[in-house]
C-alpha cells in the first residue's frame, strides 16, 4: 500500500519545455489536487478532481492542464514550462462526502527547475 | 481578499516547554481547520483537524482552538521534544467540493 506517489521526484526544464508531473494513488480516494509550494506563499491549489472524468481548477491554474480519466492517476501537464513555474509541487487526495471533510494524503513532491 | 496568516516563520522554544503556533484569517468562513506537520524534503501530513463548532481538540500532546469570533487557530505542543523541529502548516476548508487554503507555515526548532 503505497498511499500516494508522485514522480519524478526531480526535475530541470528549460524554458518552453513541456512535461507531465504523475500522481498515482492506491487508497481509492474520489478527490486528487495539485498544489506548488514556493518559499513563504504556503501551498496553493493548481487543479483538483472530485473524481475521474471531473476537473476544475484551483487559485493558481493557469499554464497547467489535468485530466483524469481513472480514479487512481491524475498527472499535471506543464504546457511550456517558465521560471516562474520553478517549484515544488505536492499532489494531495482525500476522501470528500457532502460536508464530511477528512485529512488529506499527500505525496513526497516534485521538486522542478526551470531555467 | 482571503488571507491566512500563520504568526511568524520560525519559532525556536527549549524541550520541555510548550510551543504555540497561531493561524489568523481574514475574508474566509471555513467549516473545517487543519493542522499539518512537514519535515524538509517530505509532503505534509496531518495532525488534527478541527470542526466550526467545536473549541478545542486534543490529541496526545498537541492541542487546538478554533475561535471563529476572533478568526484564529492556536496550535499548542506541550512538552516539546527535538523530534517536534518542523515547519507547521494550517489549513482551512470550507467543507465542499474544494479550496482547501494552506498558511506559509511556522518552522519551529526546539532545543534541548
Known amino acids: 500500500n503505497a498511499g500516494v506517489t508522485q514522480t519524478p521526484k526531480f526535475q530541470v526544464l528549460k524554458t518552453g519545455q513541456s512535461m507531465t508531473l504523475q500522481c498515482a494513488q492506491d487508497?481509492?480516494?474520489?478527490?486528487m489536487s495539485w498544489y506548488r509550494q514556493d518559499p513563504g506563499m504556503g501551498l496553493r491549489l493548481i487543479h483538483y478532481?472530485?473524481?475521474?472524468?471531473?476537473?476544475d481548477q484551483g487559485e493558481v491554474p493557469n499554464g497547467y492542464n489535468v485530466s483524469r480519466s481513472t480514479t487512481e492517476d491524475f498527472p499535471l501537464r506543464l504546457l511550456s514550462a517558465a521560471p516562474s513555474q520553478t517549484s515544488v509541487y505536492f499532489c494531495?487526495?482525500?476522501?470528500?462526502?457532502?460536508?464530511?471533510?477528512?485529512?488529506?494524503?499527500f505525496g513526497q513532491g516534485t521538486r522542478l527547475t526551470v531555467v | 481578499s482571503q488571507k491566512i496568516e500563520q504568526n511568524s516563520e520560525a519559532l525556536n522554544i527549549q524541550e520541555g516547554k510548550t510551543a504555540t503556533l497561531t493561524c489568523n484569517y481574514t475574508?474566509?468562513?471555513?467549516?473545517?481547520l487543519q493542522w499539518y506537520r512537514q519535515d524538509p524534503g517530505r509532503g505534509p501530513v496531518f495532525l488534527l483537524l478541527?470542526?466550526?463548532?467545536?473549541k478545542e481538540k486534543r490529541k496526545e500532546r498537541l492541542k487546538v482552538t478554533f475561535d471563529t469570533t476572533l478568526k484564529q487557530s492556536l496550535f499548542h505542543i506541550t512538552a516539546s521534544q527535538p523530534a517536534d523541529s518542523a515547519t507547521y502548516l494550517c489549513?482551512?476548508?470550507?467543507?465542499?467540493?474544494?479550496?482547501?487554503?494552506f498558511g506559509a507555515g511556522t518552522r519551529l526548532t526546539v532545543k534541548p
Open positions: 478532481s472530485v473524481g475521474a472524468g471531473i476537473t
Open positions: 489549513a482551512l476548508d470550507r467543507g465542499y467540493n474544494n479550496d482547501m487554503r
Open positions: 487508497m481509492n480516494h474520489e478527490y
Open positions: 478541527i470542526r466550526e463548532n467545536e
Open positions: 475574508n474566509y468562513s471555513p467549516a473545517y
Open positions: 494531495a487526495t482525500t476522501t470528500r462526502g457532502g460536508r464530511v471533510n477528512t485529512e488529506a494524503f
